[in-house]
T-cell receptor, first 111, second 117 residues
């Protein structure tokens, strides 16, 4: 059974204070690791897909990296509008098209 | 921007009543999902379809939940009878899968917030 654990559960940063969110996973053959952002009252919004260890992707202040056991979402010089819950999900060789989600990290960036 | 449309956005119903939630996936997407989100369980997959055919509904309580795709533009999730423990936000998502990879992730709708009293 695929498992995803995200840490920390919640993170408070000051504007401009860089940090990282962690996503640890256990799967039988990773097909893809996905990062989503979710704002209150909305559905998750797709950010990145990573397919193999060593891969990195960037979008504005966000950079996602992947190893064989975990992924990090690095947030550089965050702004208040980056406040949201960040979700990690995995697709495995045994899961078909199913994504298994972690519980998320709730990020708050104070001005 | 292409989007997944879900109706209704909010639904309050009494225990025992039937609830139907609807989803219009993005045109051209061949995979459609129903997820449920609660504070306790997070996002859980209920069912999904590929090219309108059900592929997996193992996450659904089958005695009360049913999911269908009568055509490529409509997916429905029905609960009959509803119970207070069904209170949650139900999300529909769609995506395009080719081969073994999911292209560009899935696009989620804004959800239906269901409250069963």
């Amino acid at each position: 059974e695929d498992q995803v654990t995200q840490s920390p559960e919640a993170l408070r940063l000051q504007e401009g204070e860089s940090s990282s969110l962690n996503c640890s996973y256990t799967v039988s053959g990773l097909r893809g690791l996905f990062w989503y952002r979710q704002d209150p009252g909305k559905g998750p919004e797709f950010l990145f897909t990573l397919y193999s260890a060593g891969e990195e992707k960037e979008k504005e202040r966000l950079k996602a990296t992947l190893t064989k056991k975990e992924s990090f979402l690095h947030i550089t010089a965050p702004k208040p509008e980056d406040s949201a819950t960040y979700l990690c999900a995995v697709q495995s060789e045994t899961s078909g098209s199913r994504l298994t989600f972690g519980e998320g990290t709730q990020l708050t960036v104070n001005p | 921007d292409a989007r997944v449309t879900q109706t209704p956005r909010h639904k309050v119903t009494e225990m025992g009543q039937e609830v139907t939630m609807r989803c219009q996936p993005i045109l051209g997407h061949n995979t459609v999902f129903w997820y449920r989100q609660t504070m306790m369980q997070g996002l859980e997959l209920l069912a999904y379809f590929r090219n309108r055919a059900p592929l997996d509904d193992s996450g659904m309580p089958k005695d009360r939940f049913s999911a269908e795709m009568p055509d490529a533009t409509l997916a429905t999730l029905k609960i009959q009878p509803s119970e207070p423990r069904d209170s949650a936000v139900y999300f529909c998502a769609s995506g395009l899968r080719s081969g073994t990879q999911i292209n560009y992730g899935y696009t989620f709708g804004s959800g239906t917030r269901l409250t069963v009293v």
